[in-house]
């Protein structure tokens, strides 16, 4: 027999099928909100979010990428791309640049600020992510880092 919807408890992480019986996808969704948080709180009084975050890392990474380009890399839609620059344009975070070759192509890269703001964001995310690996074995590390490359292929 059911129980009444009022003498129900919704289960914690790590309990029921939030834990360790749960399904994979679910897991994997429960843990990147956990860690989307977990970098929300981390980088809040920098007045970044988690998006801002991926985008800027991708435009210092790979310069001169497209607004699409930059959403498949960041995971993110073209249209939350083009709200993401158009902010940080905004703020003085990033410009557009004439292309060195075809003048009439506008590239976006990070200001003097931006970069500056970037390396405070990745220091605290670098240390998020220090801490999930504390007390891990590096093959246990290099074991999940595989699976998770693995399932992000669809293999």
């Not at 009084?45 to 890399?73: C, H, W």
């Not at 970069?115 to 891990?136: D, M, N, P, T, Y």
């Amino acid at each position: 027999m059911r129980k009444p919807p009022e003498t129900i408890s919704i289960p914690q992480p790590g309990e029921g099928k939030r834990g360790e019986g749960g399904y994979f996808g679910y897991l994997l969704r429960q843990a990147a909100a956990a860690y989307r948080n977990r970098t929300d709180r981390a980088l809040a009084d920098l007045d970044v979010t988690s998006p801002q975050f991926a985008v800027m890392t991708m435009l210092k990474a790979y310069p001169g990428i497209s607004n699409a380009e930059i959403a498949r890399l960041a995971l993110l839609t073209p249209q939350t791309v083009s709200v993401i620059v158009a902010n940080l344009e905004r703020a003085g975070t990033i410009r557009r640049v004439p292309h060195s070759v075809h003048g009439r192509i506008l590239q976006i890269e990070l200001t003097a600020g931006g970069a500056a703001l970037l390396q405070q964001c990745r220091e605290r995310v670098h240390g998020i992510e220090r801490e999930l690996s504390q007390g891990l074995p590096e093959a246990d590390e290099a074991a999940i880092r595989a699976w998770l490359v693995r399932v992000a292929k669809g293999e």
